[in-house]
């Protein structure tokens, strides 16, 4: 008897199991190759910055991608700081950041090549409706951080080294402040995690409008200053130098730049959003650079 | 608190309507839990077999390493494991980053002292005097090891259950070596962070149920199997 309940129990578990493998398996098919050693060219590795990952974009960009190219897109989402950093070390193939300044950095340290300008949206400063520190309607970013500064209210930070935090970080360079105290918390978590934050504890943040729009729902801290100029997001694609990483897929990041800027992708990307929100989420640059906005 | 009955409908939908994506995502989280997990086992249970019959300097310090790795942080074992897997890592050559491999490779390592260390609690609690009788009666070495192997069977199996439970309810880990890649290494778990992240909750919450559903659905067989025809 102990035997055959015992038989009885593998069943079930094994049943259980294959229940599961045949309810997905074309997918499981799909993943075999992740298992061995696949052609080393076939991956292709990009870090992006967790604001394109979060806002669905590549779950459109990617499929499109993959069938026109052949290639296996590994999108490893990250900040912008990481994603440089893992660049510098040639683990990735290529970037799609958004933090200008620290990419102009690493392209003249020629770790990476080839940078382009993919498409912008903007930052905009939320906060409060209260609004303590009366920061509403001014059209200076700077003059905004000095209020938040001058009245202690409550600023909630990224502090994850992203692109974001980098633009926060020369904000308050340019204010001549440390931000320093209480009022300033740090929460080394993403953007969605954090405009969450803010939103609970009824701060001030610097946000992306793509994350915004997308958690709009769940937020409930209206937009305080946007059109700023020193607000401009803009997100390039670049490939990681070859000849300093001899293992770098340089083909297939090639690839995914030129898809990336083609008219399909271009498409892709100023629909996006459109259809979900009402709005598009990035508009496309494809074709101008950065000093086509005074950069 | 919406969420928590907006979840619960959503999971049913999302397992009714047969969503290829989540039954991705589900067989993914199976398997490498469940590889990673029998690794452990395959390593765990003769290490602590052995450990519990054999007696040499330095057993005391084998025993509490393994103590101590029972409380492995995932996220530390995922950062170590990076830092050999990547191309500039001694292992970079065989492009394991980012792969279910990795996942398999770390979870593995989270899980391996787990197993061990129950494994080896539940065989040193069985009468010390019974292998020796064992084999003084003319059993092999291997014939008393099963034996024994089968007398502590509830001990052993919940040593298999803990490890299981690590394995599938760990995060940092799988984020780190598998990047929570969609359609490829994204799991359960990693999945719940990314739509937490997404700010939608509802979706978050339908996957951690379905993530205790899975996870029921393992430990309800394992606990058959622990206590055969005790519950039968």
Redesign the interface.
């Known amino acids: 008897?102990?035997v055959h309940?015992?038989v009885?129990?593998?069943s079930?578990?094994v049943s259980?199991?294959s229940i599961?493998?045949i309810?997905?398996s074309?997918?499981?098919i799909?993943?075999a190759p992740?298992?061995?050693?696949?052609p080393?060219h076939k991956?292709l590795?990009v870090a992006m910055t967790?604001s394109i990952?979060?806002s669905?974009l590549?779950?459109e960009l990617?499929p499109a991608l993959e069938k026109k190219t052949g290639y296996?897109l590994?999108?490893?989402?990250v900040g912008t700081g990481q994603a440089l950093a893992l660049a510098k070390?040639?683990?990735v193939d290529a970037l799609f950041v958004n933090s200008p300044r620290a990419e102009r950095e690493v392209l003249a340290s020629g770790a990476v090549i080839n940078r382009h300008l993919v498409m912008h949206n903007d930052f905009v400063i939320v906060g409060p409706s209260g609004d303590q520190a009366k920061i509403h309607g001014i059209k200076n970013a700077v003059t905004a951080f000095s209020l938040i500064a001058k009245k202690k209210a409550l600023f909630i930070s990224r502090d994850d080294d992203s692109g974001t935090n980098k633009l926060e970080k020369d904000l308050w360079k340019r204010a001549n402040i440390q931000p320093n105290g209480d009022w300033y918390v740090r929460t080394g978590a993403?953007?969605?995690?954090t405009l969450?934050i803010a939103n609970q504890k009824r701060g001030y943040t610097l946000v992306d409008r793509a994350t915004y729009i997308?958690?709009?729902?769940?937020?409930s801290l209206p937009i305080l200053v946007q059109g700023d100029k020193q607000l401009l997001n803009l997100y390039h694609v670049i490939e990681v130098n070859p000849k300093k990483?001899p293992?770098v897929n340089s083909a297939g990041a090639k690839a995914f730049i030129d898809f990336v800027l083609s008219p399909e992708g271009q498409k892709l990307i100023a629909s996006h959003g459109k259809k979900q929100f009402g709005k598009p989420l990035f508009y496309v640059d494809g074709g101008k650079t950065e000093k086509d906005y005074g950069l | 608190m919406d969420t928590i009955i907006e979840g619960a409908i959503k999971a049913f939908n999302l397992l009714i309507s047969?969503d290829?994506e989540i039954?991705?995502v589900?067989?993914?989280t199976?398997?490498v839990s469940?590889i990673a997990t029998a690794i452990s086992v395959f390593i765990g249970i003769p290490l602590g077999l052995w450990l519990a019959f054999t007696d040499f300097i330095g057993k005391q310090a084998l025993t509490s390493l393994i103590h101590f790795g029972m409380g492995l942080p995932p996220v530390v074992v995922g950062l170590v494991v990076s830092l050999f897997l990547?191309?500039?890592g001694p292992l970079?050559?065989?492009?394991?980053?980012?792969?279910?491999?990795a996942m398999i490779m770390a979870e593995a390592i989270v899980v391996l002292p787990i197993v061990a260390g129950l494994s080896l609690t539940a065989i040193t609690t069985i009468n010390p005097q019974l292998r020796w009788r064992l084999l003084s009666m003319g059993a092999t070495p291997w014939q008393a090891n099963w034996l024994l192997i089968k007398e502590a069977r509830l001990g052993l199996i919940a040593a298999v259950i803990a490890g299981f439970g690590r394995a599938i309810s760990e995060v940092g880990a799988s984020m780190m070596v598998g990047?929570?890649?969609?359609?490829?290494?994204r799991v359960l778990t990693t999945a719940i962070v990314?739509e937490?992240?997404?700010?939608n909750?509802d979706v978050a919450m339908a996957i951690a149920y379905i993530l205790l559903i899975v996870t029921y659905?393992?430990m309800v067989?394992l606990t058959?199997?622990q206590h055969?025809?005790k519950m039968?």
Do not use: P
């Open positions: 008897m102990i309940h015992k009885r129990t593998w079930l578990l259980l199991l599961l493998a309810g997905s074309n997918q499981l799909a993943q992740a298992l061995g050693q696949s080393v991956n590795i967790t990952e979060d669905g590549l779950d990617v296996k590994k999108k490893v989402s070390k040639g683990e993403g953007m969605g995690q969450q997308f958690q709009g729902k769940n937020i990483f293992k | 047969g290829s039954f991705q589900i067989t993914v199976l398997l469940s990547w191309r500039s970079g050559d065989w492009e394991l980053m980012y792969t279910l491999t990047g929570n890649i969609k359609g490829q290494t990314t937490v992240e997404k700010g909750y659905g393992i067989c058959i199997l055969d025809r039968l």
